[in-house]
């Protein structure tokens, strides 16, 4: 079952900040954060497992609430190279690894 | 920095050919995965391989779909006859599995039936 990803879309002027949010009614393993430019393949972003801290490199971080079965991405003083659409792919901790993904959150940042 | 590749970026077919898709994972990575993503729409997983075999394949992989590591390098997706619906972006990832869960997307085949 893919998770679930809200907002589906947010504009954002540049500086400001912005939260996406990942669901899921099955128990994760781990949930993975991709930003997807037009026409171009996802690009990792990071990880977080069951049991992990929280990450976070520059001004992109992420949690991972294992009881709600949820994770959020934030992003703060947002930079137009941050438009794109972000994916969260769950996995379910099974041998193999694959990754379920959410339909994707559209997010814009304006000059 | 080691890259996942895949070849070619653009396939254009008609309908009841067959096309074969290829993709050289990240060396030393031990899990490879084939991902399709119709325009528009979210990434679905299609097949999971490793260890020469597939370990999980969704309903989306059916009979007309194979995969294959030939040569310890390459990884192929085989679409035997394609049908208009087929047309999406393919894309290919791969993880090492060695304590990283990681995957590491290529860069897309775009696949068009006509």
């Known amino acids: 079952q893919q998770p679930v990803q809200s907002p589906q879309a947010v504009i954002l002027r540049e500086g400001e900040d912005a939260v996406i949010n990942c669901s899921s009614s099955?128990?994760?393993?781990?949930v993975h954060w991709y930003r997807q430019k037009h026409g171009e393949a996802p690009v990792f972003l990071m990880i977080l497992l069951k049991g992990g801290e929280q990450k976070g490199h520059d001004k992109i971080s992420a949690s991972f609430n294992e009881k709600k079965q949820q994770s959020s991405l934030y992003l703060t003083a947002s930079q137009l190279s941050y438009s794109g659409t972000y994916f969260c792919?769950?996995?379910?901790?099974?041998?193999?690894?694959?990754?379920?993904f959410g339909k994707g959150t559209l997010l814009t940042v304006n000059p | 920095e080691p890259e996942v590749t895949q070849t070619p970026s653009h396939q254009v077919t008609q309908m009841g050919q067959e096309v074969i898709l290829r993709c050289v994972p990240i060396s030393n990575h031990l899990y490879f995965y084939w991902y399709r993503q119709i325009l528009g729409q979210k990434v679905e997983f299609l097949v999971s391989?490793?260890?020469?075999?597939?370990?999980?394949k969704s309903e989306i992989f059916d009979d007309q779909f194979s995969v294959e590591r030939p040569d310890g390098s390459n990884f192929t997706l085989k679409i035997r006859s394609t049908k208009l619906e087929d047309s999406a972006m393919y894309f290919c990832a791969s993880l090492s599995g060695a304590s990283s869960y990681e995957q590491y997307f290529g860069p897309g085949t775009r696949l068009t039936v006509t």
């Open positions: 391989f490793y260890n020469n075999e597939i370990s999980e």
């Open positions: 099955k128990a994760l393993y781990s």
């Open positions: 792919g769950t996995g379910s901790g099974g041998s193999n690894y694959k990754l379920t």
